[in-house]
């Protein structure tokens, strides 16, 4: 997969752009017409009222994804768009696994892996395991058994690739929920 940075009509690029997003999306907290969506306030366009931050980002993730196996990548998006419950990341990043050949089964079987544990590899489920571990630090930190278990599949420069693709989709989770991201527009 090549889900590298991109540049789009605004100058800027991304791997999770944050472009200005639609004012119409399904939202609980949104008044609701009758007959369609809730309507939203339209926030702020991160990429074009922060572009230093913005293209910082992209640098960010570029370099954590460097070396990475890209399955392994979209998987460890995955799992984090998952327990953040960001709908823009995850449509993008299943999206792209699919384009770039995984499996739907496995894409199924992602938020279940542990159950599943046969749909991946040890090194899959290293990763895995240290995404939720940093994902949801603060339930409990990053135990040393997760640390330990994902030492031993990456080396120390792939472990800090792997934290630091963690903490980019994190932060990119975090983008499109704040920013009112709406599932299904890629805007890449």
Same mark, same amino acid.
């Given at each position: 997969m090549t889900n590298t %940075?991109?540049?789009?009509e605004a100058g800027t690029g991304n791997a999770e752009s944050t472009g200005n997003s639609a004012n119409v999306v399904s939202s609980? @907290? /949104?008044t609701t017409p009758a007959d369609g969506p809730a309507i939203r306030s339209p926030r702020?366009?991160?990429?074009q009222a922060a572009p230093k931050a913005f293209k910082a980002l992209i640098g960010f993730d570029a370099a954590a994804r460097d070396g990475l196996d890209p399955a392994l990548v979209e998987l460890v998006q995955i799992r984090s768009s998952q327990l953040n419950k960001c709908a823009y990341c995850l449509h993008m990043h299943t999206s792209d696994a699919r384009? %770039? /050949?995984? @499996? $739907?089964e496995r894409l199924h079987m992602v938020a279940v892996w542990e159950e599943a544990a046969h749909f991946f590899t040890a090194k899959e489920r290293a990763a895995l395991a240290l995404t939720e571990a940093v994902t949801l630090v603060a339930q409990g930190g990053v135990? &040393? $058994?997760v640390y330990d278990r994902a030492a031993t599949h990456f080396d &120390?420069?792939?472990?800090?690739?792997?934290? %630091?693709l963690i903490f980019t989709i994190n932060t990119w989770n975090r983008l499109?929920? @704040?920013t009112g991201k709406v599932p299904g527009? &890629? $805007?890449r």
């Open positions: %940075a991109q540049i789009n609980a @907290s /949104g702020v366009n991160f990429a384009k %770039a /050949g995984e @499996s $739907e135990p &040393d $058994e &120390d420069a792939e472990l800090a690739r792997l934290l %630091a499109a929920l @704040s527009t &890629d $805007e």
